[in-house]
């Protein structure tokens, strides 16, 4: 048996925190709540910018679109401009549009259009959704996504090893591979520099859902060469449930035609002489589709001043900082017997800004933590996803969700849960 390290060892922790100041900003449900990396809650900034564009809907009508703090007209490339420093890209590579699965639509769409080779590398511990629409991309242009769409298998059913994403390049000649930054249920976070130059060499383009990373970790896609990436803006950049989401294309893809086209990816200079002819944006601003959805764009804009603030380095260190902790005090569970582990890399670098902790009853335990106000997520078939965000949760918090999980174990609480039948968790 190990001991469970006390309460003071979590406030020893937190003494030093740069970023203690910012949890007051949050409006956090009463409890715990440890699933920002699903859905992060709101912010007094993300209040104000929403609130602000509702007073000029209401101040300005269509005018907003020209006079607006912000001209709506170009707010998407102006929110673009300020994600690119937590991406690591310039400004006009990124734009904030449509909702992740329609822009790994219109990005795996486009890039198919010009590669010789009609084949996409992907792996088989990825969220559905990517599948879904790289699939029907796939099918749309008259292949078979059975065989063109190779998923690297993981070996122990929670990570993916680079080594086997670089065996698939070279065994199935593909023409773009398509990864997460960050596993969605496990945690692992993927070598991005060392699959892009690996694709690279062999002429392949390298592109990567950063849902489970964008707003946790510093990212170098311009440095680095990513060739496009995708991510939502709702989980860690608390942008509110269903907003708007965000793309980055290299420039070296400028001009590209897009797949997806529609008159907001136009060229904006031109835009409203309404020619049929469309002439894409000269960067990434060419992926939007339709009019920019002012009030589910607006709270990003508060959100990423705040991160802005914050520092992406200074989140990512904390981040790390909150998981080896948690990791840590899971551990004394797993060496008391609690049939509890975990399921995310150890090394911090391998590691994004959520813990998986098995449990053969993960399902049950994760409604127990509910009833006792601790919000957490199930993944099939055994992961509770923790995820301490670093604005607004503490390694006391930590201590708290870890303590409460340390009881039900311990006195086997979920037992009084019925089995799983569907439904959001
Ligand atoms: C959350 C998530 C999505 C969600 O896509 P939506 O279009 O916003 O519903 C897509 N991919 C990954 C990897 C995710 O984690």
Request: aromatic content about 8%; hydrophobic content about 40%.
């Given at each position: 048996?190990?001991?469970?390290?006390?309460?003071?060892?979590?406030?020893?922790?937190?003494?030093?925190?740069?970023?203690?100041?910012?949890?007051?900003?949050?409006?956090?449900?009463?409890?715990?709540?440890?699933?920002?990396?699903?859905?992060?809650?709101?912010?007094?900034?993300?209040?104000?910018?929403?609130?602000?564009?509702?007073?000029?809907?209401?101040?300005?009508?269509?005018?907003?679109?020209?006079?607006?703090?912000?001209?709506?007209?170009?707010?998407?490339?102006?929110?673009?401009?300020?994600?690119?420093p937590?991406v690591g890209a310039?400004?006009?590579?990124?734009?904030?549009?449509?909702?992740?699965?329609?822009?790994?639509?219109?990005?795996?769409?486009?890039?198919?259009?010009?590669?010789?080779?009609?084949?996409?590398?992907?792996?088989?511990?990825?969220?559905?959704?990517?599948?879904?629409?790289?699939?029907?991309?796939?099918?749309?242009?008259?292949?078979?996504?059975?065989?063109?769409?190779?998923?690297?298998?993981?070996?122990?059913?929670?990570?993916?090893?680079?080594?086997?994403?670089?065996?698939?390049?070279?065994?199935?000649?593909?023409?773009?591979?398509?990864?997460?930054?960050?596993?969605?249920?496990?945690?692992?976070?993927?070598?991005?520099?060392?699959?892009?130059?690996?694709?690279?060499?062999?002429?392949?383009?390298?592109?990567?859902?950063?849902?489970?990373?964008?707003?946790?970790?510093d990212h170098d896609l311009s440095g680095?060469?990513?060739?496009?990436?995708?991510?939502?803006?709702?989980?860690?950049?608390?942008?509110?449930?269903?907003?708007?989401?965000?793309?980055?294309?290299?420039?070296?893809?400028?001009?590209?035609?897009?797949?997806?086209?529609?008159?907001?990816?136009?060229?904006?200079?031109?835009?409203?002489?309404?020619?049929?002819?469309?002439?894409?944006?000269?960067?990434?601003?060419?992926?939007?589709?339709?009019?920019?959805?002012?009030?589910?764009?607006?709270?990003?804009?508060?959100?990423?001043?705040?991160?802005?603030?914050?520092?992406?380095?200074?989140?990512?260190?904390?981040?790390?900082?909150?998981?080896?902790?948690?990791?840590?005090?899971?551990?004394?569970?797993?060496?008391?017997?609690?049939?509890?582990?975990?399921?995310?890399?150890?090394?911090?670098?391998?590691?994004?800004?959520?813990?998986?902790?098995?449990?053969?009853?993960?399902?049950?335990?994760?409604?127990?933590?509910?009833?006792?106000?601790?919000?957490?997520?199930?993944?099939?078939?055994?992961?509770?996803?923790?995820?301490?965000?670093?604005?607004?949760?503490?390694?006391?918090?930590?201590?708290?969700?870890?303590?409460?999980?340390?009881?039900?174990?311990?006195?086997?609480?979920?037992?009084?849960?019925?089995?799983?039948?569907?439904?959001?968790?």
């Open positions: 048996m190990s001991d469970f390290p006390s309460r003071e060892t979590a406030r020893e922790l937190d003494r030093d925190d740069p970023l203690s100041e910012f949890a007051d900003r949050f409006d956090v449900p009463d409890g715990q709540y440890m699933d920002g990396n699903s859905l992060g809650p709101i912010s007094e900034d993300a209040e104000r910018t929403l609130d602000r564009v509702v007073d000029e809907w209401r101040e300005l009508g269509i005018r907003g679109w020209t006079d607006a703090d912000e001209p709506w007209f170009t707010y998407a490339e102006r929110l673009g401009s300020m994600t690119a937590l310039e400004e006009d590579e990124v734009v904030v549009a449509n909702s992740t699965t329609v822009n790994i639509h219109t990005l795996v769409g486009t890039f198919l259009d010009v590669i010789d080779s009609p084949t996409v590398v992907v792996d088989d511990l990825d969220f559905p959704t990517d599948h879904y629409a790289i699939r029907a991309q796939l099918r749309q242009r008259g292949h078979d996504p059975d065989e063109h769409l190779v998923a690297v298998e993981s070996r122990d059913s929670r990570t993916i090893d680079e080594d086997d994403v670089v065996a698939a390049m070279a065994a199935h000649d593909p023409g773009i591979v398509f990864l997460p930054s960050v596993l969605y249920r496990s945690g692992q976070l993927l070598d991005i520099e060392r699959l892009t130059e690996e694709a690279h060499e062999r002429g392949i383009l390298a592109g990567f859902d950063l849902a489970h990373s964008v707003g946790a970790i680095v060469g990513v060739d496009f990436a995708v991510w939502c803006n709702y989980k860690y950049l608390s942008a509110g449930p269903g907003a708007i989401a965000g793309l980055y294309v290299n420039r070296e893809h400028f001009g590209t035609t897009p797949a997806l086209a529609g008159w907001w990816g136009h060229d904006k200079a031109t835009q409203f002489d309404m020619e049929l002819t469309f002439t894409p944006a000269d960067d990434a601003g060419a992926w939007q589709i339709g009019t920019v959805p002012m009030l589910s764009a607006a709270p990003l804009e508060g959100s990423l001043r705040m991160f802005e603030e914050a520092g992406i380095e200074t989140v990512r260190e904390k981040s790390v900082s909150l998981t080896d902790y948690l990791v840590e005090l899971v551990d004394t569970l797993s060496e008391s017997d609690y049939d509890c582990e975990v399921g995310t890399p150890r090394d911090p670098d391998r590691r994004g800004g959520h813990v998986a902790v098995e449990h053969p009853e993960a399902y049950r335990v994760s409604l127990a933590l509910k009833e006792r106000d601790i919000v957490v997520d199930y993944r099939p078939p055994n992961v509770v996803r923790i995820c301490p965000a670093p604005l607004y949760n503490s390694h006391e918090d930590v201590w708290d969700v870890v303590d409460e999980l340390r009881r039900i174990l311990s006195d086997g609480a979920y037992g009084q849960f019925d089995r799983q039948d569907g439904g959001v968790t």
